[in-house]
């Protein structure tokens, strides 16, 4: 059988650009587990006796501390895993295409969030529900 070469588009990937997307994805999973390791690190040492004593106001904040270094982790953890499905995605060679209705994502939209697994209009109808 022979191969069907396609005709490029303005909405579609050169091999150049998809390793610019792929490298930058793969700097920000590198920069978002050393935050995640920083952020259980400061989980880590927060010691669970140390508010004993402490007034109200005292033992109020560690616990604000300690939920939004919780928060920060779970954050980064779900931005490791989208980027690390976009990654997947090009190594697939399924990046750009809309997982719901299977059309290009606007080149525009991925390159403002190259996490992107839906196009706008398939984005608006989900957010919609």
Not at 49 to 58: C, K, M, N, S
Not at 59 to 88: C, H, M
Not at 101 to 120: D, M, N, S, Y
Request: contains cysteine; charged residues 35%; hydrophobic residues 35%.
């Amino acid at each position: 059988m022979a191969a069907v070469t396609q005709t490029p588009t303005p909405s579609m990937w050169s091999e150049e650009e998809l390793a610019e997307v792929r490298g930058r994805l793969k700097a920000e999973v590198d920069e978002l587990n050393a935050a995640i390791a920083r952020h259980e690190d400061e989980i880590a040492s927060g010691d669970v006796t140390q508010g004993a004593g402490d007034d109200p106001a005292d033992a109020g904040a560690k616990t604000y501390e300690r939920e939004r270094e919780i928060a920060l982790t779970l954050n980064a953890r779900d931005l490791v895993a989208q980027n690390e499905r976009a990654i997947a995605r090009i190594d697939a060679g399924t990046y750009g295409v809309c997982e719901s209705c299977h059309k290009p994502i606007g080149k525009e939209r991925l390159q403002a969030f190259p996490r992107a697994t839906l196009c706008v209009t398939c984005k608006q109808r989900e957010e919609r529900r």
